[in-house]
């Protein structure tokens, strides 16, 4: 009956009040389905469905919602089934959601809310976006170390309907510094030796990341280790929470999706492109093709400068795009691999020869395989130039060093904005064709005076 159901026959149920068919709707299928189902429904009728539903599942269904439809069920339905609402989600999500709601609504809701929870989501938005300490959740698993295999078991029952996740327990001590990770695995099997205490089966070498650390570093060490979640601590040690590994997921997704946007030198976007505002999506594309734009008439510039050479050695201007677009890819070829390897942390400034040496040596092959080709390409046209026959050796020349130059810049650039605190996927594949478009230029004209003279 769910799978076939029509929007019509939901807003109908709605109608009639028909409180058994509603109740169905919301458990019959995963929350994800129940949620897309309603995404043809108002704000206030989609509210109104996951009423029928109990608490637990009602949070569940709404985690479900796009963003755009959470803040708008929370800024217009009643403030009192909201706060609760709020209440019950898991801390690091209603500080996502509440970001994108109005203040004074935040304000209100806020004043609602007991005192810890108020607290709670009062001190992660504090944390700088982009942290770990802004995409933890504070619901995580500590045990005492004094505690016995059964009582670290009977605790566990206790907070464990509260729990984001229990796949591991962490041990602090009496002021709640993090001493040690036992997994639940390790606990079970422990049972033989219900006296033995935790600060004897914990391990002590854990991983951890500081709640001012960028979010990219988490997804990093999360992956290298293979953690299902991953303890965030302050410099202290202090226990503050953990981050899980959808949160990773989530934080792999939209760097992904920022690199893509400026890799493609687009600003990237607050929402989804479809829900971005035209005005807003022009001014994100327009600001980057504006500099871009710039960067041209440089070239026209160069091209400019050397009119006097072009007007002489005519035939120069045909072999101008070859030139420029070997030296543009070869460069955007570069700093799309360093990007790359600098978010996945195969390397880092630090390895900064390393990488020119590589991009050298690089430069040099492509551009040698390059300018052969280029040879027997011009070696074809053979035009005449004043008294003397056209020199084919000019282009590959050109092909080999613009090459050889687009690889280290390539490389380099992006290396340079990560030292400067820059982002390095700023350094886009259109910027650097531009800068290496205006190199080619320099390089061929200065090759062409040398051997036509």
Same mark, same amino acid.
């Given at each position: ?20 068919? =509603? ?24 509210? $109104? ?40 989600? $898991? ?6 959601? =509440? ?10 809701? =806020? ?126 040690? =202090? ?25 493609? $030198? ?188």
């Amino acid at each position: 009956m769910i799978n076939t159901l029509y929007l019509p026959e939901l807003q109908e149920m709605l109608n009639r009040h028909d409180e058994v068919s =509603l109740r169905e709707f919301c458990t019959a299928l995963h929350p994800a389905r129940t949620a897309e189902f309603m995404e043809g429904l108002s704000a206030t009728e989609a509210w $109104a469905v996951v009423g029928y539903a109990d608490p637990a599942l009602r949070e569940e269904i709404f985690s479900y919602f796009g963003r755009e439809r959470q803040s708008e069920i929370i800024e217009t339905q009643d403030l009192e089934q909201i706060a609760q609402l709020v209440a019950d989600l $898991a801390p690091d999500d209603r500080v996502d959601v =509440l970001d994108d709601v109005r203040p004074d609504r935040v304000y209100q809701l =806020l004043e609602l809310l007991p005192a810890d929870e108020r607290h709670d989501i009062l001190r992660l938005r504090s944390y700088p976006d982009g942290s770990a300490g802004a995409v933890m959740t504070t619901e995580v698993a500590k045990l005492s170390e004094t505690l016995s295999v059964t009582d670290a078991l009977a605790e566990l029952g206790r907070q464990a309907e509260q729990l984001e996740t229990i796949y591991y327990l962490y041990v602090v001590d009496a002021t709640d510094h993090l001493r040690g990770v036992v997994s639940t695995r390790q606990l079970v099997s422990a049972m033989g030796r219900p006296d033995a205490r935790l600060g004897e089966l914990m391990e002590t070498d854990v991983v951890t990341v500081n709640t001012f650390d960028d979010q990219e570093e988490v997804a990093r060490q999360v992956a290298r280790y293979d953690l299902l979640a991953i303890p965030v601590v302050d410099r202290e040690r =202090l226990m503050m929470g953990i981050i899980t590994h959808d949160d990773v997921i989530d934080v792999v997704r939209e760097e992904a999706t920022e690199d893509a946007h400026r890799s493609a $030198a687009v600003a990237p976007l607050d929402t989804s492109y479809l829900k971005t505002h035209v005005i807003t999506l022009g001014w994100k594309r327009g600001i980057w093709l504006t500099i871009l734009f710039a960067a041209a008439l440089l070239t026209a510039g160069a091209l400019e400068h050397y009119s006097g050479q072009l007007a002489r050695w005519e035939w120069l201007v045909w072999f101008i795009p070859l030139v420029i677009s070997c030296g543009g890819n070869s460069g955007s070829q570069s700093a799309t691999l360093v990007v790359t390897a600098l978010a996945t942390g195969d390397i880092a400034v630090r390895d900064w020869g390393r990488v020119l040496w590589r991009e050298i040596l690089q430069g040099i092959l492509l551009g040698c395989f390059l300018a052969l080709i280029g040879y027997f390409a011009t070696s074809l046209f053979k035009p005449d130039v004043g008294e003397g026959q056209y020199n084919a050796l000019v282009v590959p020349i050109t092909v080999l060093l613009v090459v050889v130059g687009g690889t280290v810049l390539g490389a380099l650039l992006p290396l340079l904005f990560q030292r400067l605190g820059l982002d390095p996927a700023l350094m886009s594949n259109p910027f650097v064709a531009g800068i290496v478009d205006i190199l080619g230029i320099v390089v061929y004209m200065t090759v062409a005076s040398w051997m036509l003279a």
